[in-house]
Structures are given as C-alpha cells and as structure tokens.
C-alpha cells in the first residue's frame, strides 16, 4: 500500500489521498480503535469537527481530538444504524470528494466497532501492552518474546500518523496504538535502523523493561516535526529534554513563561525570532538565523524582554525560554493532522 501511495502521488495526487484515508481506516479497524479515536481520526483527516449521534447523545470532536459542545446535528448525515450516523461539519455546506469517502470509512469503521453482535471484548493488542507506561515488567516481557523482541535487546520506537508517507519502511513488530493525541503508527526497530517517513518520530534508545519511554520521547519528536519536507524528527537531539517534556502535563498553560511566549508568538515574526534566539549564541547569530538585520533583531529582543519578564539571551533565561518554547510548539502541533492535496 505505500508503494502504491507514493507512485500515486505523482500521478494523481487526489486518488493518492483518498488511498491514504482508506489505509488509515483500515489501520484503525485492525487496531480496534475506540469509537473516539475514530472520530479524531476523522476529524483530523478532514480539518473539521466531525459529529456522531446515537439514539438522542451527540459527540462532536475538532480535529485536535478534543470533545466540543453537543449541538443538533446538521440535516444531511451519514446513516450508520437506524440510531447511528455521522458527519463533517462544513460552514460551506458542501462536502468534497475526499470528505465522502472520509465519511464512507467512518461509518464502516463505526459498523464494526459498534456491531452489537460482538459477543466479547477485543483483547488489548501486543503493541499496545508493550508500549503503555502501566504495563507491568513480566507482562512487557512476555508481550516482547511474543513480537519477536530479544529481553536482553535494546531498541527504539517510531511514530507516524497514519496517513504518513513512508519512503524506508521499519523492520519490526509494528501497529497502530490509541494516544491521547489519536491513533498512530507505531513500530519497534533496531538501534541502527534508518526508517524514513513524512512524518516520523524518532524515539531514544531503551530496553525492554523501559520501551514505553522510547514511544513517549518519539511522540514527543512527532509532535515537534517542523513539517512534511523535513527529515525525521529525533528525540536524541533533543537530549534530556526530550524525556523531561514526555513527562509533563500538556495542559499547564497557567504556566507563566509559556503564557508570555504565547503572548509573543501574537507577533507575526514572534516564533521564528524565539527559535532563531533559542538556537543562536548571540543576537547577531540570531539576525543571521532568522534573515533579518541586527537592528531588527535587537529591537524584537527588547519586546521579548519586556514580555518575558527576563533576559533571554541569559544562561538560565535561554534555558527558561527554550523549554516553554518547546511546551508551546507541542501544545499547537497540527502535524497529527491530514492536509490534503490542493
């Protein structure tokens, strides 16, 4: 399916598109994914809320994956079950090609999750065992001998969306795994290996007993990936930080220095000059790395200054301004979301 993808994508665009929603969904019904993760999906994949109505309840969730305010649903939906159906919201209100067949996918998606004739509850998978945090160290052992992976071994874990394009495809135990940020791809693979996707994260080194960190430091890279032309995204250039922002909370916005940064990030120039000043070691270093005059760079330092509370071109205040940089980037990543094709 990817290689078909990619030779598709040079020749019809579109239709390249429309295979990578059916290869999501299809992800997705193999993985068992929640009627929630479905939505997001959808959701995402459009860059729309999608709703859902059974019986008289109404879900809708923006393509972030996070739950909006129930509201009556739009004349036209997609009939799932006589009590079920579903839509993309569209202020337009008309819907395209792509969003057709997101919706057709959706519902089959919905028919299978929501078949009341299952008679048992699907099994947690081996990859999602393997990868939760609160998974115990004999039951991750035991899911590791079952995938293949040797207890003694040292690995790392990698994360795409599911609509990602892969040009060098991962060796190893590989599925689709629920995040509080929706579904991904996610695939366990040598220390050395060299998968290529657009776009990937890719994790730190770790053992069996702690691979749950590896996953949480590649969707950590994940969601920094500046973009679908740029390489993989790896947590080792990132250093500790990278397991540092794996373990904390996204919804800290009472943080003051992270509110400041949000407040400079208003300014049309506000992200690129904080990048250029984070990365830089000098503000001349920073004119250079932003494409601006030292002049120019110097005065968006002082209103920086001033709205930060503190210099950011300190030791310590380069430290504080990196970090809630890095905080704000994760909380605003869209790279989880589907772009189609214009």
Known sequence: MQELLGRLTALDPAASQSLRVIACFDELIAGDVGVHGLLSAAAALSGRPVGLIRGRVVTRIDPRGEPLESSLPPAHVHRVFDDVAVWIEDAADDTTDLDAIILERLALALLIRLDTKRTSTVPPRDMSVLLDRSTPGIDRREVAARLGLAAN????????????????????????????????????????????????GIGSIAAIDDIDRSFRTAMI????????????????????????????????????????????????????????????????????????????MTDRTEIITATLGFDPMSGIGRTRLGLAFLRWRLRTSRVLEFTPAS
Do not use: C, N, Y
């Open 221 to 296: 890279a994940l969601r920094l990936h500046g973009g679908s032309s740029d390489g993989p995204s790896r947590a080792d250039d990132l250093g500790g930080l990278a397991e540092m922002l794996a373990d904390l909370p996204d919804d800290r916005r009472e943080d003051g220095d992270q509110a400041a940064v949000e407040l400079v990030t208003l300014h049309k120039w506000g992200a690129s000059t904080i990048d250029a000043l984070v990365r830089a070691g000098s503000l001349r270093e920073a004119a250079r790395i932003a494409g601006v005059h030292h002049s120019t």
């Open 153 to 200: 071994g040292r690995f790392r874990v990698v994360a795409a969306p599911l609509f990602a394009t892969w040009t060098h495809h991962p060796r190893g135990p590989e599925d689709v795994v629920a995040t509080p940020f929706g579904p991904v791809h996610a695939a366990v693979v040598a220390i050395d290996a060299t998968p290529v996707a657009s776009p990937l």
